[in-house]
């Protein structure tokens, strides 16, 4: 994989007629790599061009939550939602966004909301079941975090949060 000849490829693309797909495919290169500064800036400009793209808002707001950008995430992942509210994985980066910012009551609505419109998503009942840990309900922790394990059998995160939650189970 040539991530950086990519980069310069799509780059040079940009550079003859910049484009709506060649902007989301340069950031979408950037996040791989993990320069999720430069993956804003690109889906910013994609945005731009097509401001009617759930998917360009969800992967914003996906770049801005590993930037530690939540509320700016929020906005992002509310957008999305807004153009097509049935993207579940927007509702469920919006979930992870209100975690991080230690809303977990908001966390766990949207986690709900995500897992109404697509129960196999397995990263959704991980922020439901982590929110509810960090309440305190470490039984509807222990309920949600084996639902994420059956859809998803291979994360370790899953596994981690489910001996957290049996830990403090009293």
């Known amino acids: 994989e040539d991530y950086e000849g990519a980069i310069e490829d799509i780059t040079r693309v940009i550079e003859i007629d910049s484009d709506e797909f060649s902007y ?4 979408a290169i950037r996040y791989d790599i993990g320069d999720f500064k430069e ?13 009617n793209d759930s998917e360009l808002f969800k992967s914003l707001g996906d770049s801005k939550l590993l930037l530690d950008d939540f509320t700016g995430a929020i906005t992002d992942y509310s957008k999305a939602i807004e153009i097509d509210p049935k993207n579940f994985e927007a509702i469920s980066g919006k979930s992870a966004a209100k975690y991080s910012l230690e809303d977990f009551e908001g966390a766990i609505i949207e986690a709900k909301k995500a897992i109404k419109i697509n129960p196999k998503y397995s990263i959704s009942y991980y922020y439901l079941a982590y929110s509810k840990y960090e ?3 470490f ?3 222990i309920k949600d975090v084996k639902k994420a394990i059956k859809n998803n059998p291979e994360d370790d995160r899953f596994y981690y949060l489910l001996s957290l939650s049996k830990y403090e189970l009293e």
């Open 139 to 141: 039984s509807g922790a």
């Open 135 to 137: 309440l305190g309900d």
């Open 39 to 51: 993956a804003v800036s690109d889906y910013s400009k994609a945005i731009e061009i097509n401001p």
């Open 24 to 27: 989301s495919f340069r950031a």
